[in-house]
């Protein structure tokens, strides 16, 4: 096996080189995926026969009353809901209802499955049940809001039963579990009720209460209240007023009494009557006095009659200040009256004010809890009415039916999967076959794995010639001069020549290979009779010193050639041999020459390589395997270029930087690599990043025959 260095590279690996490198392995996977497909198939043939059958629900929820469990579900999401029907379907619950309801503790197949399934904590009934879930599906139906269960068994008649069952089950386990739900609900509505009951009568108790402690019997009217405060300021203010009068009355009165005056503002009529008779007696009297004089007698009685009114007029004002002083103080009183009831009527302002606080929260209190104790039982009562017509929140939507074909096997699904592992196992084998591959195959493997110059592809004749009259390589080229596989040999030897094109004198070209029976020969000879028919004065030198092959094919009746010339014995135009067919000369080796690369070494060598090039234009020089012997080492010096074949896909990567390494030691070097013995038709398949990848596109330039 190849060690790292030879795998491809990643780079080379897009999707058209890929596709082309799938394409030479392709028999090899063809071949895994129908033998895949094959036992596929018999495989489902001895597989016993199984049935399904499915019963089809669909979730409808009942509309329940506010506050209960399902209600609450089904506002958070109904898919959640549904996802919870499919898990309750596949409980053990449910499995025991079905084996309780068809008495399947009595199957015998079942009893033997439940063997499987019993443990210490598990009951018979129980491990049957476990037997009969390992067997069914339940699953929604995409996004609907149906969900399905499904029974397998070898029975058709009992899948269809049981899967009926399983629908039936879960019903009325779903009916069971919410008939328990809204018991439980229930008690603690009564529970509660009872309690907010208590909380009312207790509520009313307080406000009762309340009312007696405080005298509320009736309900508080601030309004009232506020309504007289405001009728006692205003009767307030008008007795202070008629006090501050009667005040100033009582003042003057008492002033003209202390004065002696009666002229006082304050009168009554008496006083009017007395004051205008006081005038008249005191006009009389003036006039007396100034007519008659003081001693007059009618004089005395008129003083005496004016100071009789005077002394009526003292008198009233007297009984006048008295009156003044009495109303002033009954003004007084009054003032006093209305102050008090005042401050009596805003004290018990005040009183209502913070009572009716107080009152008010007690009695919201009591309100708060009679609501409260009305809306739950509002929701009770919807309890038990909707607990009267209660039913399963799925019903059956389509029941199981016999089934009339084995759910299982499933022979396109099996054959299916077959092919697919087929397919893997033929890509796996492909791949390790790419990546581990010891042979080159591209002009992407040359230049990145050896590192030098890529020249041709050189095809075999029965890939590149449609009907070839030969089946020597060698002698195609003189039959089929007009083919791709004649054209491969041109393409080598101009690549060669123009390499060198700045040589004087004849081009000397080096033709070797790493191992033997990688088409150097064939090469040798095929190149130095294009060069030849193609007008070029050529000789093609036979250095294989152990095969001869050269030789052999063109000159096997030699006895003398190169070591004679070398020694001296024969002249160039002794040894060399005419091709008439091409005009190729061909300098052989004589059958004794031996096996020794010294010859190659001597002086006498290069000077026949100097004749040789004065001579031809062209030197072509077939060479022995560099792994095999040292001779093409010692000759590398003397070649203008030298070619490397390397066999397609067969030659060992290794092996050819092997032979890279043996040459560039020496100090020479290789000029170019060509690939021999392509299959022209599997190469224009999958050769991605080789030209030969297109020949296809060339053929019809090419002449077939």
Not at 23 to 39: E, Q, Y
Not at 526 to 545: H, I, N, P, Q
């Amino acid at each position: 096996m190849a060690d790292a260095t030879n795998m491809r590279p990643e780079e080379r690996q897009d999707l058209a080189g890929l596709f082309s490198r799938l394409k030479r392995h392709l028999p090899i996977i063809l071949a895994c995926v129908i033998v895949a497909v094959v036992l596929a198939w018999a495989v489902s043939k001895v597989l016993p026969r199984r049935y399904t059958a499915s019963a089809q629900l669909e979730y409808t929820p009942q509309n329940a009353v506010a506050g209960a469990p399902q209600a609450q579900l089904s506002d958070l999401g109904r898919d959640a809901k549904i996802d919870a029907e499919v898990q309750t379907m596949k409980s053990l619950p449910v499995a025991v209802r079905v084996v309780e309801q068809l008495k399947l503790d009595r199957d015998p197949e079942l009893r033997d499955a439940a063997k499987d399934f019993a443990t210490d904590a598990a009951t018979g009934k129980q491990a049957i049940a476990g037997a009969l879930l390992a067997n069914m599906s339940a699953a929604r139906v995409g996004t609907t809001s149906l969900f399905e269960v499904g029974y397998t068994d070898k029975n058709p008649l009992k899948a269809m039963q049981i899967a009926n069952a399983f629908a039936q089950s879960f019903m009325t386990e779903d009916m069971e579990t919410k008939i328990a739900q809204y018991r439980e609900v229930d008690g603690r509505l009564n529970s509660q009720l009872e309690e907010l009951r208590s909380k009312v009568e207790r509520a009313d108790a307080e406000v009762a209460a309340y009312r007696v402690r405080n005298n509320l019997l009736g309900q508080p009217d601030s309004v009232t209240a506020e309504q007289e405060i405001s009728s006692i300021r205003g009767q307030l203010a008008s007795a202070r007023a008629e006090e501050a009068a009667a005040r100033a009355r009582s003042a003057v009165s008492g002033s003209t009494i202390v004065g002696g005056g009666t002229n006082s503002p304050y009168s009554t009529a008496t006083m009017s009557t007395l004051r205008q008779q006081r005038a008249q007696v005191a006009a009389r009297v003036a006039a007396l006095q100034s007519r008659y004089g003081e001693r007059y007698p009618a004089l005395a009685d008129a003083r005496k009659e004016l100071d009789a009114i005077d002394g009526q007029l003292s008198r009233e004002m007297r009984d006048l200040s008295r009156s003044a002083g009495n109303a002033t103080q009954a003004a007084g009183s009054t003032t006093a009256s209305l102050e008090a009831s005042l401050a009596a009527a805003q004290s018990r302002l005040a009183n209502n004010v913070r009572s009716s606080v107080d009152l008010a929260e007690l009695q919201r209190t009591a309100q708060n809890a009679r609501d409260a104790y009305q809306q739950l039982l509002t929701t009770s009562t919807q309890q038990n009415a909707q607990q009267s017509i209660m039913r399963a929140d799925s019903r059956l939507a389509a029941p199981a039916a016999l089934p009339l074909k084995p759910s299982s096997p499933n022979v396109p699904v099996l054959m299916f999967m077959g092919a697919v592992l087929g397919l893997a196992v033929g890509l796996a084998i492909a791949y390790i076959r790419e990546r581990w591959v010891q042979g080159l195959d591209t002009v992407d493997d040359i230049e990145t794995m050896l590192g030098v110059d890529y020249f041709n592809s050189v095809p075999t004749p029965a890939s590149s010639i449609e009907k070839p009259r030969t089946s020597d390589p060698a002698e195609a080229t003189l039959l089929h001069p007009l083919s791709a596989y004649t054209e491969a040999f041109r393409n080598l030897a101009t690549s060669m020549s123009f390499t060198v094109s700045g040589v004087q004198g004849g081009k000397v070209l080096g033709i070797t290979s790493a191992l033997p029976k990688e088409g150097k020969t064939t090469t040798s000879m095929s190149v130095a009779r294009v060069l030849a028919t193609g007008g070029s004065r050529t000789l093609l030198l036979d250095t294989d010193l152990r095969r001869r092959s050269v030789t052999v094919a063109l000159a096997p009746q030699a006895q003398i050639g190169l070591s004679e010339v070398l020694a001296g014995t024969a002249t160039l135009d002794q040894v060399i041999v005419r091709e008439e067919a091409t005009g190729l000369d061909v300098l052989p080796l004589a059958p004794t020459i031996g096996t020794s690369s010294h010859i190659f070494e001597t002086p006498d060598f290069s000077a026949l390589i100097a004749e040789l090039r004065r001579r031809y234009e062209h030197i072509v020089v077939d060479t022995a395997p560099v792994l095999a012997v040292a001779d093409t080492r010692v000759l590398a010096h003397h070649f203008d270029a030298l070619a490397l074949l390397v066999r397609w896909r067969s030659t060992p990567a290794r092996a050819a930087r092997a032979a890279l390494h043996q040459i560039t030691s020496v100090g020479a070097g290789v000029t170019g690599v060509a690939l021999t013995m392509v299959n022209l038709k599997v190469q224009s398949q999958s050769g991605f990043g080789d030209p030969s990848y297109y020949a296809d596109y060339m053929k019809d330039y090419y002449a077939q025959s």
